[in-house]
């Protein structure tokens, strides 16, 4: 991975979205989890929101539409974001 | 007589097949294991009008055929299989109306792969207005059924259809619409090569072998060949599934967005609700309270069935054994057979209530919010937040405990669980900390208003959590698993819990128990019971003979003869025999040949130590305790000086007890929830070196 992309990673992640800053889905890192996102419904182009990080840490719970997704912190390293700024 | 219909109940994880599934087939149900992996096989019958019965299996909750779990794939090995004994005739897919969106993928993928299927559209109760379902039986062309598994509704039509399916003669009309799946270039050869060396008809099959045949059942040398052909040609295999899914998304789009309407009012009090149940304080205190709750209900109100069992079992081999004539058969009956069977009954009680309450919590969808907010500290302990609940369980009984982490999906966090959980201390310990408890300290209070037995009390519970951590975590570096770790757990809509199914879950726990772990249970107590009434040759007889003359020469009431007969007659024993025979491996604790035997008849459970140490002392059974107690004092060590039961002595007998398999009805349950005596046997081996050491630990140290 070059340097420029390591940079991307690192700012434009789900990971990097305050308590209830909405974001859009831009892309999902591809592994072996990418089609377990996929089949949650976790897909580009959806507006998310993050609405809870867990009392002891390393997770949050995602969410859009109506479906709420806990997930790892590394999970959500996976997902790339665009913020959407008011 | 011709094979029973096969019908598979296919859908997402919550989306209401389970409990479909048992109102469908009710009690009619049998659960084993799919052949060949430890994945649990729910199957039940059903019988529909006209008397025609087919056999109903519920696959494992399954996202899609692109797999992330054991289940899954066995689920992806079997659709893809029509050889496989468990492929279905007919697919019932159960889809959650409300994450239509979502539910709706599996089903396109079953329909890419030509099995004939029928939609079950749940849970449209929580939608406030009649979905549309013409728009999804339009799109999915098969039948589609609204039902509400919560209100019970719909039930009635699913029984029909499955009536219809079982007359229909043009079944694929009915139930196949055979959906393409559009291919790139190089996919499309991909699947042209497949589909010329594996005789493979459906292009999507052909598709579905190229992204699995790593790991899917195929022929070596086919799976050889498709490995090779997907290298050759460049096939990308993450690729190929996300696009997949995205035109899938795509397609369906309009047909979702015609359903998925008005469902702003649940959404907002979902929200509120969460923001306290997962809140960063409230959260977890509200968590203890409710296992608080769960522990007192299996702990303490457990306590009036179970008296009542044993109660009852008094009564009826009191009556037995006064009227059955004096014969060995007798005595097996009654100190063999019936003693097994209340030792087996005697659990039910905790069965039930700790599975009344664990079904509500899964139901109500309490329980994922639960794992959500402890992934991360049971994850440093190679286990799942669902363990916590099994832990606490533990308190009470290991038995229900073990039981209850069918739910947790990972194997290796399963099996962890199931491991570790009768470290923590249960309530059968609680009569042997008490009797010894009282060796280790003076009864005085520290600093005024600290009971110090109380203090020896908490350090035992203490350790014994202590002890199921550690090890989990050692038992966490050394398993190996090929599945991956992850949590992405969907977090369901709150709803009211379905009370049949409750009940119907209830009673299979408690049912499979009595079949599965009673039969082992009622022999391993037959054989105890063999080794504590008989010995070698005439030694049983003697020890009689020598005990009344004992009590005659030194003039001994009835009651006191027949507690010293009682007492010669276990030393002459097979029990006895092992007792003083296992004497040099226990001697660098501390103990003598007579907790020895302790040790070994207190295998049938913790508490029995109570009793055998009664009847080696030769004391009645009544008000044992305190008598005993004393007896034990006065026990004086080889030297006839030092008292045998010092700090030293009793401390490393009390952790004995902490860290050792004393049970062997948790051995019956670990053997039926893993399936194999492999683990039950590497349980007994771990705790057991555990207490050995730890004992041999505090007796260096101390004596």
Redesign the interface.
């Given at each position: 991975m070059s340097a420029k992309e390591a940079k991307v990673k690192d700012t434009h992640t789900a990971l990097n979205l305050k308590l209830g800053e909405k974001a859009v889905i831009c892309e999902i890192q591809k592994n072996h989890l990418s089609s377990r996102f996929m089949s949650l419904g976790i897909l580009p182009g959806k507006v998310c929101t993050i609405v809870n990080e867990a009392p002891f840490g390393g997770a949050k719970i995602l969410q859009f539409e109506n479906h709420k997704i806990a997930l790892r912190l590394e999970e959500l390293a996976a997902i790339y974001v665009q913020k959407i700024i008011k | 007589m011709s094979r029973l219909k096969n019908i598979a109940l296919l859908g997402?994880p919550n989306s209401g097949k389970s409990t479909l599934f048992n109102l469908l087939t009710g009690l009619h149900q049998k659960i084993s294991n799919f052949p060949g992996v430890t994945v649990e096989k729910k199957s039940g019958t059903l019988t529909v009008e006209g008397g025609e019965q087919v056999q109903i299996t519920d696959l494992p909750g399954t996202?899609?055929l692109?797999p992330?779990s054991l289940e899954e794939k066995l689920v992806v090995d079997i659709l893809t299989n029509r050889d496989h004994p468990n492929f279905p005739d007919l697919i019932i897919y159960v889809a959650d109306i409300?994450?239509i969106?979502?539910h709706l993928?599996?089903a396109v993928q079953i329909q890419q792969l030509g099995i004939p299927m029928f939609f079950v559209s749940n849970m449209v109760d929580l939608i406030s207005s009649t979905h549309d379902v013409k728009a999804l039986s339009d799109y999915l062309k098969v039948p589609v059924i609204t039902s509400s598994t919560i209100k019970n509704t719909g039930l009635d039509y699913i029984v029909q259809e499955i009536f219809q399916f079982t007359r229909e003669e043009n079944i694929s009309r009915r139930y196949v619409h055979t959906k393409t799946c559009p291919l790139s270039e190089i996919e499309k050869k991909v699947v042209q090569q497949i589909s010329d060396i594996t005789g493979v008809q459906n292009p999507y099959l052909a598709k579905l072998m190229a992204h699995h045949a790593a790991w899917l059942n195929v022929c070596k040398s086919h799976k050889e060949k498709i490995i090779s052909i997907t290298t050759k040609l460049g096939f990308q295999n993450?690729?190929s599934?996300?696009k997949e899914?995205?035109n899938c998304?795509d397609d369906f789009l309009p047909v979702t967005q015609a359903i998925q309407k008005e469902?702003e009012e649940?959404?907002t009090r979902?929200?509120t609700i969460?923001?306290i149940v997962?809140?960063?304080?409230i959260?977890?205190f509200l968590f203890f309270t409710i296992m608080l709750f769960v522990f007192q209900a299996i702990y303490a109100w457990a306590t009036i069935p179970m008296d009542l069992i044993e109660g009852g079992f008094t009564l009826v081999s009191t009556w037995f054994s006064q009227q059955l004539p004096e014969h060995f058969l007798s005595d097996l009956f009654v100190d063999g057979i019936l003693a097994g069977l209340s030792g087996v009954l005697i659990f039910i009680p905790q069965i039930a209530i700790l599975f009344i309450l664990i079904s509500l919590l899964e139901e109500s969808g309490y329980m994922?919010r639960a794992?959500?907010?402890?992934?991360?500290?049971m994850?440093k302990f190679g286990m799942n937040g669902r363990s916590i609940v099994s832990l606490v369980s533990s308190g009470a009984c290991a038995i229900p405990a073990i039981m209850s982490t069918r739910t947790i999906q990972n194997q290796k966090e399963r099996l962890i669980t199931i491991l570790v959980s009768p470290l923590i201390s249960c309530s059968a310990r609680l009569p042997v900390y008490a009797i010894l408890v009282g060796f280790v300290v003076p009864d005085i209070k520290v600093w005024g208003f600290l009971n110090a037995a109380g203090l020896v009390f908490m350090g035992l519970y203490l350790l014994g959590i202590l002890g199921a951590l550690g090890s989990a975590f050692v038992f966490s570096r050394i398993l190996k698993t090929s599945e991956?770790s992850?949590?992405?757990?969907?977090?369901p809509?709150y709803k009211n819990p379905n009370w049949k199914n409750v009940w119907l879950t209830t009673k299979e726990k408690v049912m499979s128990f009595v079949r599965e772990a009673g039969k082992i249970i009622l022999i391993i107590s037959m054989v105890l019971w063999v080794l504590s009434s008989f010995g070698p040759g005439e030694n049983i007889a003697k020890a009689e003979e020598k005990a009344t003359l004992l009590a005659v020469s030194q003039n001994l009431n009835e009651e006191e003869t027949g507690n010293l007969i009682n007492q010669h007659q276990l030393e002459a024993s097979y029990a006895g025999i092992m007792g003083k025979w296992i004497e040099p491996a226990i001697r660098p604790l501390g103990f003598d040949w007579k907790m020895g035997i302790a040790l070994i008849t207190s295998f049938a459970a913790r508490e029995v130590f109570v009793g055998t140490m009664a009847t080696i002392y030769s004391i009645g059974q009544d008000n044992e305790t305190d008598t005993l107690r004393e007896k034990m004092k006065k026990e004086k060590k080889k030297d006839g000086i030092t008292p045998m039961y010092n700090t030293a002595t009793a401390l490393s007998l009390l952790i004995f007890y902490v860290f050792a398999m004393q049970c062997m009805s948790t051995l019956a349950v670990t053997k039926k929830e893993t399936g194999s005596w492999k683990w039950p046997i590497i349980q007994f081996t771990f705790m057991g070196l555990m207490a050995y050491l730890g004992s041999l630990m505090a007796y260096s140290i101390l004596a």
């Open positions: - | 997402n996202y899609s692109f992330n409300t994450q969106e979502r993928l599996l993450m690729d599934q996300v899914v995205m998304y469902k649940t959404k979902i929200s969460d923001r997962t809140h960063r304080v959260g977890p994922s794992v959500y907010m402890f992934d991360t500290i994850r991956s992850y949590l992405m757990l969907e977090l809509q």
